[in-house]
């Protein structure tokens, strides 16, 4: 299997890990430390130093609570950085919802749109919908993921009942949709947006049961890095929790998140912690070569 991306095509026959550059004053666990362009590039090149296939920015948090970001200050903080990251000879995903910073992404060489909305977001009056603006490019790296609600109520309001059947039918509608529009299969991942919306014993299903997210014959992200279902299982203090806290508390939870995802058929793991995410892969595929040997 492999990702097709705008300048990319992406082997998918080994899990790829996705360095997360968050260009935010504001996100929970890193907001902040990356907030100007030279901080940012240092960054994606330490990320990619220690390992990272792929590193994805984003200029908006998306936390529970978290308030839109108006348009211009997103693409404020979004294109200087994405306009170097390009140069990195990597491929370089997106994370937002906004039709207009996609546009304006893709034509600055972006590989890839990473959008919690699954391209939802209707057109305005000077742009498509983020649906129409990924399906009129030839080749950009899509990833679709589940979000129950919006993020200002999606932990105040979580999902009901069975999650996993729930997930699949919602992330199986919108691969359909994407394809209908012209879209590739091979373009497309999919996400089930672990902490969008969902109690702690719900993303731990989604965990345990990821196998069956596979029979879509999709790639798959996970992205478990910090998220507070962690917290919730060490009990590191959650949300009340300082920044500096989390990231140390969460590290190995969030490894060990990620090997379990890798083990159970996820084919990207977006990370804080690369460098430990890949020792840890590292060890466990060579376990596997020799078992297979």
Known sequence: MYWQTSRFRLDLSRPRVMGIVNVTPDSFSDGGQWANTSAALAHCERLLNEGAHLLDLGA???RPGAHPLPLDEELARLLPVLREAVKLGVPVSVDTYKPAV???????????????????????ADCPSAQDVVARHPSCGICLMHMHRDPQI???????????RQVMQFLEQRTQKMQDLGVEKNRILIDPGIGFGKTPAQNLSLLAGQRALLSLGLGMLAGWSRKSTLGHVVGDGGASAARESVATSRLVPSVVAALLSAQRGAHVVRVHDVRETC??????????????G
């Not at 999606?154 to 996993?164: A, I, L, R, W």
């Not at 020792?279 to 297979?292: R, T």
């Open 154 to 164: 999606m932990q105040t309001h979580p999902m009901e009942g069975e999650v996993v």
């Open 60 to 62: 908006e948090s998306t």
């Open 102 to 124: 996609m546009r304006a992404s893709l034509d600055a060489g972006a590989d890839i749109v990473n959008d919690i909305w699954a391209l939802r977001q209707p057109a305005t």
């Open 279 to 292: 020792q840890a892969l590292a060890v466990w595929q060579a376990v596997e070569s020799q078992a297979a």
